[in-house]
C-alpha cells in the first residue's frame, strides 16, 4: 500500500460538448464549481498499464456556477494556459502553473455553451452561447469581435487547425456552420443534413483532401444540390474534411472544398453483455468524435450504451469498425461518453482520455485499443465511509449521485480500484455498515428512508427491507438480536440483526434472513421493559458496544441513553450535549488497558465533542437509570457542528472527528491535546474514517463531492482554524454555486433534520434529486425504472392515506360492552330477561342493571337518560365536548347543553345555531355568551359579528376599538350606523392619532380626512419633511382652503428642493399659492445669480435642472432679473411691484455668522436683494440702499468675500454715485446707511488691490473666511515686521514680484482714484466704537477664563489636597489670565477683577454716547483698513499720499490698543 495522499475527484459534467482536455504534462475536467487537475505521466512499460501514473495537482476556484467548457491552449511554450466558460457568463483564461486567473471576460449576455482555444493562433480563444453569438477573443491585445450569424442555440463550436480565421460552429437543430471570422463572421459553407442537436465537430487532421478516397458522384447520399452559397475553389475554401456527431445517431464527413456531405456512417446497435439497450431511446444518447492526429483515414466515436469505436474511413462503400476493449470483459464505459480528449506523452505513445455518465474517467491506448487506467470520480456529497472488518482495506463510500463505491485501497496494480453498486439504490446513500463477519455483506441506507443489503462480490441487486422510513436514514448498526426476533430457536434467529435510524426519530431492527418481513421499532421494546409512560425522545443515533451487550442512543434533544440486552434496560442517560446528536463511537476492545472499550465518544450540533468512561455505570448494573451531566474528557476547538468521529484502532485513546468547519481532527483524548488538523476540503465534512492497516493513514468525505486520504504526520496545522481561517473557509464553501431552481422537489415533511445536508441542501439540491441527477442535468432516460415505486409495502399506504377516516363512535362504551367475552353477553341476556319480565324488581336486579348501564338501550326511558349521562361523562373526560353535545340534543335538553358548554367554554358555531330552537331570550343569551368565549380566545372579530347579529352595533364596534382593530371598527360603523354619529369620528382620530406614532402618516392623513379635520391631515402629512410629503400636505391644505398653512409647507418644500438644486421643482411648489409671489421673485434671483456664479467658476455644487430663463446671460444682472420678472411673472406696473415688496418685508431673516450653510446663506442674501431690486423698480431708493446694505452685510459676517465682491459687481457696477444722486439730501437719514455701503464697496476693492501687489499674485476671486483674512493680514504685517523693523527696508527681505516697471506705473495710475476714495474708510467714530466693542469682547473672554480657571482648581483641590497642585494652578490662572502678546512685566501683573469691571463699565458707557445712526449699521474695521493702506505704502512707494499714511497711523496708535492689534500698531507706529 502506497503511503502517497489520494482523491477521490468530483466527477466530469455532463452534456457538455468540451468539458475536459489534455497538454503533455496535464490533463483536465470541469466540474460544477472549481476545476480540478490531473497530471498524467504515462511513462510506465505495458506491463503495468493498470495502474494509472497521475496525482491530482490542485484546482482552479473563481466560477460561481457550473463550468460549461475547459480547453487548454496547444501551442508550444504556453502548455499551462487554459480558458473555462461558466453558468456564471464569464470566460476564464488560468495559468495552471500558479492556478490563478491571468484575465477575463463577460462578454456574453447568456449561458456559453461551447469554447475552443484556437490551434492556429496562440492568443485566440472563440466561444458561443445558447442564443447565437460567438466571441472571438486575444488574449495578447485584450481585444474582441462579436459575431451573430443565426439565431438557433450553439451546442459546439471548433476552430481550424488548418486555417487560422475558420471556425465549425454546430446548432441545437442539426446545421452546421463554417465562417471567415476575417470576414466579419462571413458564413463560407451552411452544411445540412443533421436533423438533431451536433454534440461533436472534428476537422481532419491533414489539409487537403487526398487523405480519404472518397469518389462524390458515386457514394454520397447526398444529393446534388449544395448546400449554402456557390463559392469559389478558393485556397481558404478548399481541401479539408470536417467530421459531426449528432444526436440523429449519425456521424457525417463532410467537404469543405464543395460545401456537402461525402460520408454517413450510422452508428450500430450493440448486444452488450449483461442487457441490451432499447434503440428507439434517443435521448440516451451523445454522439462525441475524435480524429487522430496521425491516422486521418480512421475515427473514433462513442455509441450508444458508452461503447468507444474506431471507424476505418478508407472504404468509403463499407461501414467498418473495431469496438475499443473488445477482447477485455467491462473495460468500457457503462454509460454514455461525453469527451474523448488526446493525449501524447513523451515517449510518443497516443493516449485517449474519454469521460463518462458512469463517473469514470478512462485512458486508452491508441495502439492496442486498450484501457490502460480507469480514475473513478464522486457525483454527489460523499455521506459515509465504513471500511470492512473482513475485506481488510475495503472501504465503502456512500454518495449523494446514488451509487455506493467500494474501495479496494490495498490494490498493488491499481490505486483506484473502485467498483460500482446503483442497481435498487435511486437516491443518495447516507448511511453504510460492513456485517463485522460475513464477508462482502454491505448494509446501505438512503435520503429517501430505504434500508437494503448488498453482496459486493456478486452481481444481484440488492435486498431491500419492505418497511421504509419515513425520512432520511441516518445510521446503520449491527448488534445482537432482541425481542421479538431473539425469541425465536437457534436456527431460526439470525447472530445479528440490522438496526438503522431515520430522520423521523424511529429505531427499526430489521432481520437480515427475512428483509421481506416487517422490522421492529425498539421502542416498544424501551416502554415496555422500563415502564415508561412519557414519550420517548426522537433518536438521531445508534451505536453498540463492540461486545454486543451494551447499546447506545442519541437523541435530537442532545441526551445519550446507555441500554442493555437483553430486554434494553435503560442503564444511564447522559445529559451533555444540548443540541441534535450526530454521531456516537465506542472505543475498540483490543487497547493496552480493558477499561478504555468503555470510553464513548459522541459529537452533536454545538461544536464540543465530548468522551465518557461508561465502567462504573455498565459494572455496577444500577437498578435505576443513573443520570450523567459531567464528562470524563472534552475535546474542544471545532467551531462548527460535528458530523462524524472515529477512534483509531491502532492506538490507545486516539480519534479523529470531522466537522462542519471544513476540517477534520486527530485528538489524543487521554491528555484532551489536538494532535493535528487536516484542511484539504473545500466543503463541510460529513464522514471521517481511520485505515484499519496503516495508523497514519486517514480518509475523508465532504460536501465538496471528494474524498480524501491523507497522512497525520504530514499535516502542519496541530488544531482548528480559529477566527480568520474559519471564515476563509466558510467563504470557500459559500462560494460553490447554488443550484438554479428547476425540477426541485419539495419536501415533504418538516421533522428535525440531524444534518443540513441530508435535506437537498446547498449544491445538491438539484444534483442528488432522483437517481444519479448531476450538475444542473437530471439523467432522465438513464433513471427511467427509478420512477417506478419499488416497494410493495408502500402500496397498502398508499391506499391507507386514501380510505377515509372512520367517524368517532358517538356511544362507544355501549358498543365496547358488547364486545367482551361470551359469558360476559350471556349474563348482560339474562340479566335484561329478568328486569323486563318482573312485575317488581328487587335489589340485587336493580344493582345488576345500574352495573350494566348499556342495558339502558333495551329497557325504560330513565335507564337511557343513565346509560347517555354515563357516555356524556366519557366524551368530556376524553376531550370531545362536541359528542357531548349531539347526546344531549338527542335527550331534548338544549338549554342545559347550552348552560353546560358556556360554563365549560366550549360553545361552537352549531350550537349557537340551533339556539333559536330553544327561544328568542336563550338565544340572545347564548349570542352573548359565545361572543364572551371568542374574547377569551382571541377572536375578536369573530366576536363582532355575532354581537351584530344581535344587533349591539355600538358594544361590536367598542369591543373592535378596544382590542386594536381600528379599520375593522370602522367599516362597522360607517355601515351600521349614522354618518353624523360621534363615535365614527372618535374612530378615525383614535386611530389616526395610533398611526401618526407609528409614522404611518399618509394613512394617518386618509384618517383625519374622513373625522373631517383637514388641518390635522395635511401637518401629519407634511412631518416626513421629505420634499414629496410638503408638496402633498401643501396642495392638500390648498384644496381645503387652509390657506396660510398651504403657503407655509408649500415654502418649505421649495426650500427642500432648493437644498437638492431643483430649481424647476422648486418653483412649481411656490406655484401653489398666489400668496408666494414674492418668494418666486427671491428663487428666481437666487437661480440665475448661482447659474452666474457657476459660470464663473465661484460655486461648488453643479445643478442641471435649471429653468429655461436661467440660461441668458447678454447684459447687466439688474437688468436680466428684471427682464425675467417681466417675461416670466408678467410683473410691469409699480402696484405689482409694490405688492411684492409688501409681501417681502414682512420676512425677516437671522444675522449671518461664520457658520452659516452656504445655500442658506444665499436664500438670505438673494431675499435682500429681491427687496432692493424691488425698491429701485418703485423708485424707493433709501429702502434700497437698506437692503443692498444687508446683502453686503451678510456676505461680510459669514466671511464670504466672493459673494460680497459679486454682490457689488451685478448690483453696483459703476459704484455707488449713482445711489447718490438718487438719495437727495446729504443729511437724510439714510445717510449714514449709503456711508456704510460705499465703505464696504471700497473696502472690496482695497483688498482686491492689496492681493493684485502681493507676491503670489491670487486672484480676487478667492474664497475667504473674515476670521482667516484678517488674521492674514495680521499675520502678513508681522513677518514684514519681524524681516525689518523699518518699513523702507521691507523690499530687502521680501523682495517685490518680478514684474516689468511700467506694470508698476500703471498699476499705480488706475489705482490712485481708489486710493483716494480709501480715506472714507478712515472713520474716527467708528474707530473708536469698534475699539470699545473689542475692549468689552476682550475683558467678556478675560472673565470667562478666570471663571473656567477658578471651576478647574475647585476641581483639583477636591481630588488632591496637595499644596504643590494649588500653586500649579495659580501660575497657571496668573499665566492665562495677562494676554499673552503683554510684555513680560504686564505678565507677572494679572488683572484684577475690579480693574476688568471697570474697564467694561467704561467701555460700555462710552459705547452708549455714540448715536444710534453710527450703531446701527455696520462698518468695515477701520483699523484692518489702516493696516492694509500702509501695507500698500511700504509695497509700492508712492502710491499711498503721506497724509494718508500719516492718518492710518495716528488711527492706530489712539485706537490701537486691545490685544488684536497692539502689537502690530506698535510695529507700524514705532
Known amino acids: 500500500m502506497g503511503q502517497d495522499p489520494r482523491t477521490l475527484p468530483p466527477s466530469p459534467n455532463w452534456y457538455c460538448a468540451r468539458c475536459s482536455d489534455a497538454v503533455p504534462g496535464a490533463s483536465s475536467a470541469s466540474q460544477r464549481g472549481p476545476l480540478c487537475f490531473l497530471s498524467a505521466w504515462a511513462r510506465t512499460p505495458a506491463r503495468s498499464l493498470g495502474r494509472p501514473h497521475f496525482r491530482v495537482i490542485g484546482e482552479l476556484v473563481g466560477h460561481t456556477e457550473r463550468v460549461s467548457g475547459f480547453t487548454f491552449s496547444h501551442h508550444p511554450g504556453q502548455y499551462n494556459l487554459c480558458a473555462t466558460s ?52 486575444w488574449l495578447n491585445r485584450n481585444d474582441s469581435q462579436h459575431h451573430f450569424i443565426e439565431p438557433r442555440t450553439i451546442f459546439c463550436l471548433t476552430c481550424s487547425p488548418h486555417h487560422e480565421d475558420l471556425v465549425a460552429i454546430g446548432y ?81 464527413i463532410w467537404s469543405c472544398s464543395r460545401g456537402r456531405g461525402v460520408m454517413i456512417l450510422k452508428l450500430p446497435f450493440l448486444k452488450r453483455r449483461g442487457g441490451g439497450i432499447d434503440p428507439t431511446v434517443k435521448e440516451r444518447l451523445w454522439l462525441t468524435l475524435h480524429w487522430p492526429k496521425d491516422q486521418p483515414t480512421q475515427l473514433v466515436s462513442s455509441c450508444f450504451g458508452g461503447e468507444l469505436l474506431l471507424w476505418d474511413l478508407t472504404q468509403s462503400w463499407r461501414r467498418k469498425y473495431t469496438l475499443f476493449s473488445a477482447s477485455s470483459e467491462g473495460q468500457n464505459h457503462s454509460r454514455i461518453v461525453f469527451n474523448l480528449c488526446p493525449l501524447q506523452t513523451e515517449d510518443d505513445k497516443q493516449l485517449l482520455l474519454s469521460t463518462s455518465m458512469d463517473r469514470d474517467v478512462k485512458c486508452w491506448d491508441m495502439a492496442t485499443l486498450e484501457c490502460c487506467w480507469t480514475l473513478p470520480s464522486l457525483g454527489g456529497f460523499a455521506y459515509s465511509l465504513a471500511f470492512s472488518p473482513v475485506d481488510m482495506g475495503c472501504l465503502a463510500i456512500g454518495v449523494g449521485d446514488g451509487m455506493i463505491r467500494v474501495w479496494n485501497t490495498l490494490s498493488i496494480k491499481n490505486n483506484y480500484d473502485v467498483k460500482n453498486f446503483w442497481q435498487g439504490v435511486k437516491s443518495k446513500v447516507t448511511a453504510l455498515c460492513w456485517h463485522p463477519a460475513k464477508e462482502g455483506c454491505l448494509a446501505f441506507g438512503t435520503d429517501d428512508g430505504k434500508v437494503g443489503l448488498y453482496d459486493t462480490y456478486s452481481n ?183 458530523t462524524s468521529v472515529a477512534w483509531s484502532p491502532h492506538h490507545d485513546g486516539r480519534l479523529v472527528s470531522a466537522s462542519y468547519d471544513g476540517t477534520a481532527q486527530v485528538w489524543d483524548t487521554l491528555r484532551e491535546e489536538p494532535l493535528c488538523n487536516f484542511r484539504g476540503h473545500r466543503g463541510r465534512l460529513l464522514c471521517v474514517a481511520w485505515s484499519p492497516l496503516d495508523p497514519d493513514c486517514i480518509y475523508s468525505g465532504a460536501d465538496d463531492f471528494c474524498v480524501y486520504k491523507w497522512l497525520t504526520s504530514m499535516q502542519e496545522h496541530s488544531r482548528p482554524p480559529q477566527g480568520k481561517k474559519s471564515i476563509e473557509l466558510e467563504k470557500k464553501r459559500l462560494s460553490q454555486p447554488k443550484p438554479k431552481p428547476k425540477k426541485k422537489k419539495k419536501p415533504t415533511s418538516r421533522a428535525p433534520v440531524k444534518q443540513e445536508v441530508y435535506d437537498g441542501n446547498e449544491d445538491e439540491s438539484i444534483r442528488e434529486s432522483s437517481g444519479p441527477v ?170 363582532a359579528s355575532h354581537l351584530l347579529s344581535i344587533h349591539k352595533v355600538y358594544e361590536a364596534v367598542e ?176 402696484e405689482q411691484y409694490q405688492a411684492a415688496l409688501q409681501q417681502l418685508q414682512s420676512i425677516k431673516y437671522p444675522s449671518a455668522t461664520n457658520n452659516t450653510p452656504s445655500k442658506q446663506l444665499l436664500l438670505h442674501i438673494c431675499h435682500d436683494l429681491t427687496l432692493a431690486v424691488l425698491s429701485q423698480q418703485v423708485a424707493s431708493w433709501d429702502a434700497a440702499v437698506e437692503a443692498l446694505l444687508r446683502a453686503v452685510v451678510r456676505s461680510y459676517d459669514s466671511g464670504n468675500f466672493t459673494i460680497m465682491q459679486e454682490v457689488h459687481s451685478a448690483f453696483l457696477p459703476e459704484g455707488c454715485d449713482h445711489l447718490k ?153 496668573q499665566s492665562l489670565s495677562s494676554p499673552q502678546n503683554e510684555c513680560k512685566e504686564e505678565k507677572n501683573q494679572p488683572l484684577s477683577l475690579p480693574e476688568l469691571t471697570k474697564r467694561l463699565t467704561e467701555a460700555n458707557e462710552k459705547i452708549a454716547k455714540f448715536p444710534e445712526s453710527v450703531k446701527i449699521w455696520p462698518f468695515p474695521d477701520v483699523l484692518e483698513c489702516c493696516l492694509i493702506l500702509l501695507h500698500i505704502g511700504s509695497q509700492c512707494p508712492g502710491s499711498v499720499t503721506q497724509d494718508m499714511q500719516q492718518q492710518a497711523q495716528e488711527l492706530l496708535q489712539k485706537y490701537g490698543n486691545t490685544k488684536v492689534y497692539k502689537r502690530y500698531c506698535e510695529t507700524f507706529c514705532t
Not at 125 to 130: H, L, Q
Request: glycine residues 6%; charged residues 25%.
Open 774 to 943: 448531476e450538475n444542473g442535468v437530471s439523467d432522465q432516460e438513464g433513471e427511467e425504472e427509478a420512477r417506478e415505486p419499488e416497494f410493495p409495502s408502500g402500496v397498502a399506504s398508499v391506499e391507507s392515506l386514501t380510505k377515509k377516516r372512520k367517524a368517532r363512535s358517538m356511544l362507544p362504551l355501549t358498543t365496547s360492552l358488547d364486545h367482551r367475552s361470551k359469558e360476559e353477553l350471556h349474563q348482560d341476556c339474562l340479566v335484561l330477561a329478568t328486569a323486563k319480565h318482573s312485575k317488581e324488581l328487587n335489589e340485587e336486579v336493580s344493582a345488576d342493571l345500574e352495573e350494566r348501564f348499556h342495558l339502558g338501550l333495551f329497557t325504560d326511558r330513565g335507564a337511557l337518560y343513565r346509560m347517555i349521562e354515563v357516555e356524556g361523562k366519557g366524551h368530556l373526560e376524553n376531550g370531545h365536548p362536541e359528542l357531548f353535545h349531539q347526546l344531549m340534543l338527542w335527550k331534548g335538553d338544549l338549554k342545559g347543553v347550552l348552560q353546560t358548554a358556556a360554563e365549560r367554554g366550549e360553545l361552537t358555531d352549531s350550537l349557537v345555531a340551533m339556539a333559536p330552537v330553544a327561544g328568542y331570550h336563550v338565544w340572545l343569551w347564548a349570542v352573548e355568551a359565545f361572543a364572551k368565549q371568542l374574547c377569551f380566545q382571541d377572536q375578536y372579530v369573530k366576536a
Open 460 to 642: 444481484k441487486p440488492p435486498q431491500i427491507s419492505s418497511t421504509y422510513h419515513k425520512k432520511t436514514v441516518y445510521t446503520l448498526a449491527w448488534g445482537p438480536p432482541l425481542p421479538p426476533i431473539s425469541l425465536g430457536g437457534e436456527g431460526d434467529r439470525p447472530s445479528l440483526t440490522l438496526y438503522s435510524c431515520g430522520g423521523e426519530g424511529i429505531v427499526l431492527q430489521h432481520n437480515p434472513w427475512k428483509l421481506g418481513g416487517e422490522a421492529y421499532d425498539i421502542n416498544k421494546l424501551i416502554r415496555d421493559t422500563n415502564s415508561i409512560k412519557y414519550k420517548l425522545p426522537v433518536h438521531t443515533e445508534i451505536s453498540w458496544k463492540a461486545d454486543g451487550k451494551i447499546m447506545a442512543l442519541g437523541n435530537e434533544d442532545g441526551s445519550i441513553e446507555i441500554f442493555q440486552v437483553p430486554n434494553l434496560k435503560l442503564i444511564c442517560t447522559i445529559q451533555q450535549h444540548h443540541k441534535l446528536v450526530n454521531t456516537i463511537s465506542w472505543h475498540h476492545e483490543h487497547g493496552s488497558q480493558p477499561e478504555l472499550s468503555y470510553l464513548m465518544a459522541s459529537g452533536s450540533n454545538n461544536a464540543i465533542i465530548y468522551v465518557h468512561n461508561l465502567k462504573t455505570v455498565i459494572e455496577s448494573n444500577p437498578e435505576s437509570p443513573v443520570t450523567i451531566t459531567e464528562p470524563y474528557r472534552t475535546l474542544s476547538g471545532h467551531t462548527a457542528k460535528i
Open 86 to 137: 461558466s453558468d456564471d457568463g464569464t470566460v476564464k483564461i488560468w495559468d495552471v502553473e500558479t492556478k490563478a486567473v491571468v484575465t477575463e471576460h463577460a462578454l456574453h449576455q447568456h449561458t456559453i455553451s461551447a469554447l475552443h482555444w484556437s490551434p492556429q493562433v496562440k492568443d485566440l480563444i472563440v466561444s458561443g452561447d445558447e442564443k447565437g453569438v460567438v466571441f472571438c477573443y
Open 1221 to 1373: 444722486h438718487k438719495l437727495g439730501e446729504p443729511q437724510s437719514p439714510i445717510t449714514p446707511a449709503f456711508k456704510s455701503l460705499e465703505a464696504f464697496y471700497i473696502y472690496g476693492h482695497l483688498y482686491e488691490f492689496w492681493w493684485s501687489l502681493s507676491r503670489h499674485c491670487p486672484k480676487s476671486g478667492i474664497w475667504v473666511r473674515a476670521a482667516h483674512r484678517r488674521t492674514t493680514s495680521v499675520e502678513q504685517s508681522q513677518q514684514i515686521n519681524n524681516a525689518t523693523p523699518e518699513e523702507t527696508d521691507s523690499r530687502d527681505s521680501q523682495p517685490e514680484p518680478n514684474r516689468p516697471p511700467e506694470l508698476d506705473v500703471r498699476l499705480t495710475e488706475e489705482s490712485k482714484q481708489m486710493l483716494i476714495t480709501c480715506k472714507e474708510l478712515f472713520s474716527e467714530k467708528h474707530a473708536s466704537l469698534q475699539n470699545s466693542q473689542r475692549t468689552v469682547a476682550e475683558v467678556q473672554e478675560t472673565l470667562a477664563e478666570m471663571i473656567r480657571q477658578h471651576q478647574k482648581s475647585q476641581v483639583c483641590k477636591s481630588t488632591t489636597n496637595g499644596p504643590d497642585k494649588n500653586e500649579s494652578e495659580q501660575a497657571a490662572e
Open 959 to 1134: 369591543l373592535l376599538k378596544s382590542n386594536h382593530f381600528y379599520r375593522e371598527a370602522i367599516a362597522v360603523a360607517k355601515a351600521r350606523l349614522r354618518p353624523e354619529d360621534p363615535i365614527l369620528k372618535d374612530l378615525y382620530l383614535t386611530w389616526g392619532a395610533i398611526l401618526e406614532k407609528d409614522g404611518h402618516y399618509a394613512v394617518a392623513a386618509k384618517c383625519y380626512l374622513g373625522a373631517a379635520s383637514a388641518y390635522d391631515a395635511a401637518k401629519v402629512l407634511s412631518k416626513k419633511g421629505d420634499a414629496a410629503s410638503l408638496k402633498t400636505a401643501a396642495e392638500l391644505a390648498s384644496i381645503v382652503g387652509e390657506n396660510e398653512l398651504s403657503s407655509s409647507l408649500a415654502l418649505r418644500c421649495a426650500q427642500e428642493l432648493l437644498l437638492a438644486r431643483n430649481w424647476v421643482g422648486a418653483q412649481e411648489a411656490l406655484k401653489l399659492h398666489e400668496s408666494l409671489k414674492g418668494q418666486r421673485l427671491v428663487f428666481c434671483l437666487l437661480e440665475l445669480l448661482s447659474k452666474h456664479l457657476e459660470e464663473r467658476q465661484l460655486l461648488e455644487a453643479k445643478s442641471s435642472s435649471y429653468n429655461a430663463w436661467a440660461t441668458g446671460t447678454a447684459g447687466p444682472f439688474v437688468e436680466r432679473v428684471t427682464a425675467v420678472w417681466k417675461n416670466t411673472f408678467s410683473l410691469e406696473s409699480p
Open 172 to 252: 441545437k437543430d442539426g446545421i452546421v456552420v463554417i465562417i471567415d471570422i476575417s470576414k466579419k463572421g462571413e458564413v463560407i459553407h451552411r452544411l445540412r443534413g443533421h436533423d438533431d442537436e451536433i454534440h461533436s465537430i472534428a476537422w481532419c487532421p491533414l489539409p487537403g483532401e487526398d487523405c480519404l478516397s472518397i469518389n462524390q458522384e458515386e457514394n454520397s447520399e447526398e444529393p446534388e444540390i449544395p448546400n449554402g452559397k456557390v463559392i469559389e475553389q478558393t485556397p481558404v475554401t478548399k481541401g479539408c474534411y470536417l467530421a459531426t456527431g449528432s444526436k440523429d445517431q449519425t456521424i457525417r
